[in-house]
């Protein structure tokens, strides 16, 4: 059986730019929308899991990222310089950001486009529910969205 879970706690706002890219390479924003669903068996209680708890988590987990501009630590189109108050970011196409470091969330990744956020996402919560199937839908605007699943 599968469960879905969205709604406002699963909603961050963040800032990002994707590099090599006409209008995404500029700083801008987007209201992510996330819903995720899990599949399992029912237990003891008759539920795959208990919606409030597992929407909690979910929250607890993404809304680090709320609120914050998303660097890709691992692109190789930007330069990032960090000191304790600052972080310099330069693109390949010399466009350099200077940023307050508690502005600032950095992610495993090569990009922050919504494909690879919504498989972050989803590698992050499977942690916690290593049992359960879990599917990521996460939209960057109403009509554009990624859907990153697991085979299993
Ligand atoms: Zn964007």
Not at 71 to 94: H, L
Request: charged share 30%.
């Amino acid at each position: 059986m599968k469960l879905r879970v969205s709604g406002d706690k699963l909603t961050i706002a963040s800032a990002h730019m994707l590099a090599k890219h006409d209008k995404c390479a500029r700083m801008h924003g987007h209201n992510y929308f996330i819903e995720v669903e899990i599949e399992g068996e029912l237990n003891e209680k008759s539920m795959v899991i208990d919606f409030s708890e597992f929407k909690s988590r979910v929250s607890k987990i993404i809304k680090k990222y709320d609120h914050k501009v998303l660097i890709p630590f691992n692109s190789k189109n930007f330069n990032i310089d960090i000191n304790d108050e600052q972080v310099t970011v330069s693109s390949c196409e010399g466009k350099v950001y200077r940023l307050p470091r508690d502005d600032v969330e950095f992610l495993p990744l090569e990009s922050t486009t919504v494909e690879l956020l919504s498989k972050f996402i989803h590698g992050l919560i499977k942690k916690d529910y290593p049992q359960f199937k879990i599917t990521v839908i996460m939209s960057e605007t109403p009509t554009n969205v990624a859907i990153y699943t697991e085979d299993k």
